[in-house]
């Protein structure tokens, strides 16, 4: 396959009819191919994507058969792009929470680093529509795995990201086991363990307006046994 741009945008998405046509549109005539892993999303999504390729040969769409979780459609988006040769592998949500803005202020600042995380939690950063309760429990999440993990690194569970697949081939990102938030606090920690360049990057998170948060009770609890594990099992 012949790629447009050496850059992949991946969007893993599960019932986001209602934002996926208007976040594809951003991507017209623009410096990124995107790859859309979809679980089957009953609203169907994939529908929308297929179409949306007939016209437009920059998207690719994997169809998975069911709900297999975050982590394991970024597993397989990094080895799409590895596979095709990508430079860049970035991690972008469907609903509107990062902005195509910040995407194109992160890439601007990407040479000499491994990876850039965009963070809410260093100065310029911010997070727009949420309760003074998720800025809080947000917050001290991330100060809660900074601290187990001895890091740097303000903001361990931010989900937009830039890789260089060359650093993504150097970890092993392919056994990783988490699925929810704490599959960035993973791949975080990881970088950090290979001695990886990481660089922080001032983003705004928006509240999405459309759809169903992915939140869950039980994704908070993975990245807490995680956090655990890695600091006094292994």
Do not use: C
């Amino acid at each position: 396959m012949s790629i447009l741009n050496p850059n992949l945008v991946i969007i893993p998405t599960y019932n986001e009819a209602q934002n996926i046509l208007k976040m594809l549109s951003q991507f017209i005539n623009s410096q990124f191919d995107v790859l859309i892993i979809d679980d089957n999303s009953p609203d169907k999504t994939y529908e929308l994507v297929e179409n949306f390729i007939k016209q437009n040969n920059f998207v690719h769409l994997i169809k998975r058969d069911g709900k297999e979780g975050l982590g394991s459609a970024y597993r397989k988006g990094f080895e799409w792009a590895i596979n095709n040769q990508y430079e860049y592998a970035i991690e972008m949500d469907a609903d509107f929470s990062h902005s195509f803005d910040d995407l194109i202020s992160m890439f601007n600042a990407k040479e000499n680093f491994d990876l850039v995380i965009g963070s809410r939690y260093i100065t310029g950063g911010s997070t727009e529509g949420w309760s003074n309760s998720r800025k809080l429990l947000s917050v001290f999440a991330n100060k809660f795995a900074k601290k187990m993990l001895n890091s740097q690194i303000n903001d361990m569970t931010s989900g937009f990201r830039i890789y260089t697949t060359k650093a993504l081939e150097k970890v092993s990102f392919s056994n990783t086991e988490s699925n929810g938030y704490s599959f960035q606090i993973e791949m975080t920690y990881l970088f950090i363990s290979k001695g990886l360049n990481i660089k922080e990057f001032p983003i705004t998170f928006y509240e999405r307006n459309l759809g169903k948060s992915k939140m869950s009770k039980s994704i908070a609890f993975e990245a807490i046994y995680y956090l655990v594990k890695t600091k006094f099992i292994k």
